[in-house]
């Protein structure tokens, strides 16, 4: 057997033990985890950065935040605005609408669940919504999710609180302060209410609502309050996310074109992992998919990290996320464009990164008549 055949069994063999397999973590809330605006993206982005040394992908069936792409805008550093953007929240949403749904089908499959949901309960359905109440929705949830296939793992979330200053808003409930710190204190209360194995992150712990210190309006949080609640996240999880540092791993960041009449949710335009993994010595490969079908493809793969950049006016939407000065081109196989990244062989390439983005050009998408995929890095392991 030839070292390079050696080499690779022992990949194989190691990609089907899943030792280092990926994590899939789903976000299930409101506003707090979906992101209030781009400029606030949500705990989830310096939670991906958080997450660097481990090898995560963020699943749902949303994208971005309540309002539009999270992308090259903001305050925040150019490493959060690339954070993996998928999700299941949704802005404005109690907790006792998110259990209907799941209890009739579960939108996503994960490893792992985040549940951050209750503030609208508490503050638009009174007084049918009591403490209690949202309470025994989550925990409710929880059990859903937990019963799915392979047992996933949930970590719930107390609610962050809320400044005096949002009970001047109509319709809010007056009580509102004091049923989150009612509700927060039956989350972590001892016995806890949840199922065996139920984490709990208390978020609300050392955050203070008070506009411009962790909110920016009171209730929602700004950088500094997305960081402090996705450092408190990162803390409850601990060993639900495997690390993965120095072996092979793709991690999607950035988004698609934003689709002009989606909200910041769906987008146009997808790089995937197709299968396997990049370890040494394989054809790794990703599909390009929701380009158009008369579009074509090419790819940027480059070694060095790139500022987000607003493509412009010609593709409102679209964002360039990896160094165009190097190309490869996808191979229509079966009726899929799968782009092929041949890994050496050679031990040395252990922990490098590679940046991958995917643009398709023609189709009649917008003005420019090309638009790009998300981007993702590989990182080269055993």
């Not at 335009?269 to 054809?283: D, K, V």
């Not at 987000?308 to 996808?330: E, F, K, W």
Request: hydrophobic share 45%; net charge negative.
């Amino acid at each position: 057997m030839t070292n390079r055949a050696l080499v690779g069994a022992l990949c194989t063999a190691l990609s089907l033990t899943s030792l280092h397999a990926q994590t899939r973590v789903a976000f299930v809330g409101d506003s707090i985890s979906h992101g209030f605006t781009p400029a606030h993206p949500s705990y989830r982005a310096p939670l991906w950065q958080l997450l660097s040394s481990h090898c995560v992908d963020f699943v749902g069936t949303r994208i971005g935040c309540a309002g539009g792409s999270s992308l090259a805008v903001g305050t925040l550093p150019t490493g959060l605005k690339r954070f993996d953007q998928d999700h299941e929240a949704q802005s404005g949403r109690p907790a006792f609408d998110i259990l209907a749904q799941w209890v009739v089908a579960a939108p996503v499959s994960a490893d792992l669940y985040v549940i951050q949901a209750g503030t609208n309960d508490l503050a638009w359905w009174q007084p049918v919504m009591t403490p209690a109440n949202t309470l025994a929705a989550l925990v409710a949830l929880t059990s859903v999710i937990q019963a799915l296939p392979g047992s996933p793992q949930v970590c719930v979330c107390t609610l962050p609180g809320a400044d005096p200053s949002v009970l001047t808003l109509p319709g809010i409930s007056p009580t509102l302060l004091t049923d989150i710190a009612r509700l927060n204190a039956l989350i972590t209360a001892s016995p806890s209410p949840f199922p065996a194995g139920t984490l709990i992150a208390p978020i609300d712990v050392g955050f203070d609502p008070t506009p411009n210190v962790h909110t920016f309006d009171g209730i929602h949080p700004n950088d500094a309050g997305e960081a402090k609640i996705a450092a408190t996240i990162f803390a409850a999880i601990g060993s639900s996310v495997i690390s993965t540092t120095g072996f092979a791993c793709w991690k999607e960041f950035g988004m698609g074109c934003e689709h002009p009449e989606a909200n910041g949710d769906p987008e146009v335009g997808h790089l995937r992992q197709l299968g396997g993994r990049p370890i040494l010595g394989a054809n790794y490969q990703l599909l390009l998919s929701e380009i158009p079908a008369n579009s074509l493809p090419i790819a940027f793969v480059s070694l060095t990290d790139f500022p987000p950049i607003l493509i412009g006016p010609t593709a409102p939407g679209c964002t360039l996320l990896v160094d165009p000065t190097t190309t490869a081109s996808p191979a229509l196989v079966g009726g899929q464009w799968i782009l092929t990244l041949p890994i050496p062989t050679s031990t040395s390439f252990i922990g490098t990164e590679v940046f991958v983005q995917g643009i398709a050009v023609g189709g009649g998408y917008n003005p420019l008549d090309a638009l790009n995929t998300n981007a993702g890095i590989v990182r080269i392991g055993t």
